[in-house]
C-alpha cells in the first residue's frame, strides 16, 4: 500500500477508539502525531493510558514506530466550567437521562478539532484523524459526519489552509473495530487494546475482563463488551 505523505495529527484519548484511529493513521501516514485533551473528565486514568497505549505500540510495531511523532497534551482545565457538573445541582448523579456522564460539555469535539487544528496549523500537520461515530453514538450531535464535514470546510477556510478531517470509525458498530485494529495490528494489537486501552465512564481499572478493564456496567463498557462478544462469533 502506497503511504499518504500528509503529516497526520490524531485526537488521542487512550481509548479502544482513538488507539484504533492512531494505529489506521499509523499505516496509512507517514508522519503521525497525537494530540489529548485534559479537562478531568474521565480521571487521570485515562490520561496515563494514552502514554502507556504510545509507548507499547512504539515497542511491538516498529514499522510504526518510525512514523509515530510527538504528542501534545494541551490543559482544557476550563470546560469544567460549563459542564453539567458545574452548571447544575445533579452533582451526585454520574449518569444524566441520555446515558452520558455529567461532565459531558456539549459540543466539545467542535472544541476539541479546532484546538488540534491550532496545533496542526503550527506543526505543518495537514489531517486531522478522530474516532467520532454515528453508528454508536447517534446521540452526539457534534459525531455526526456532516458535522464533521461542515467543521472541516470552516477550518480550512478559517485558517488558509487545506485541513482534512478522517473519521475511520464513523460507520463502524464496536464490532467492526475490534476487526479493523484485528486486521491493522493482528492479535498483538487487540492484545495492545485491551491491556492498555481505557473506555469505562466510572474509570475502573481494577476489574479484568476479556475485552478489557471497566466496571461492565456503564454505557462505555455496555458496548465494549457487546462489540468484542459479536467480533468473536463474527
Ligand atoms: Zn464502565
Same mark, same amino acid.
Given at each position: ?63 510504526w ?5 510527538? $504528542?501534545? %497534551?494541551?490543559?482544557? @482545565? /476550563?470546560?469544567?466550567? &460549563?459542564?453539567d457538573?458545574?452548571? !447544575? ?6 449518569m ?57 470546510v470552516?477550518?480550512?477556510l ?9 473519521t ?13 485494529? $484485528?486486521? %491493522?495490528?493482528g492479535? @498483538? /494489537?487487540?492484545?495492545? &487494546?485491551?491491556?492498555?486501552t481505557? !473506555? ?35
Amino acid at each position: 500500500m502506497t503511504i499518504d505523505p500528509r503529516r497526520a495529527l490524531v485526537l488521542f484519548s487512550g481509548g479502544q477508539d482513538s488507539t484504533a484511529c492512531l494505529a489506521w493513521a499509523l499505516t496509512h501516514f507517514a508522519h503521525v502525531e497525537t494530540i489529548g485533551f485534559d479537562y478531568g473528565q474521565r480521571h487521570l486514568v485515562e490520561l496515563e493510558c494514552r502514554l502507556h497505549v504510545r509507548s507499547a505500540l512504539h515497542a511491538r510495531f516498529p514499522h510504526w514506530a518510525e512514523r509515530l511523532g510527538d $504528542d501534545h %497534551l494541551l490543559d482544557l @482545565a /476550563l470546560l469544567g466550567q &460549563i459542564s453539567d457538573t458545574a452548571l !447544575t445541582d445533579v452533582r451526585a448523579i454520574e449518569m444524566n437521562a441520555q446515558g452520558l456522564p455529567n461532565t459531558f460539555v456539549p459540543g466539545r469535539n467542535l472544541l476539541f478539532f479546532t484546538f488540534a487544528a491550532a496545533v496542526a496549523y503550527r506543526r505543518g500537520l495537514k489531517v486531522l484523524v478522530g474516532g467520532m461515530c454515528e453508528t454508536d453514538f447517534s446521540g452526539y450531535p457534534d459525531c455526526r459526519d456532516n458535522t464533521l464535514k461542515a467543521l472541516q470546510v470552516a477550518l480550512s477556510l478559517g485558517m488558509d489552509a487545506p485541513m482534512a478531517i478522517e473519521t475511520p470509525l464513523m460507520w463502524m458498530d464496536k464490532a467492526q473495530t475490534w476487526a479493523l485494529t $484485528d486486521q %491493522l495490528g493482528g492479535k @498483538a /494489537l487487540t492484545e495492545l &487494546i485491551v491491556e492498555h486501552t481505557h !473506555t469505562c465512564y466510572l474509570g475502573e481499572r481494577t476489574q479484568r475482563h476479556a475485552w478489557g478493564f471497566g466496571c461492565g456496567l456503564c454505557p462505555a463498557c455496555d458496548l465494549r463488551r457487546k462489540g468484542y462478544r459479536s467480533w468473536l462469533a463474527s
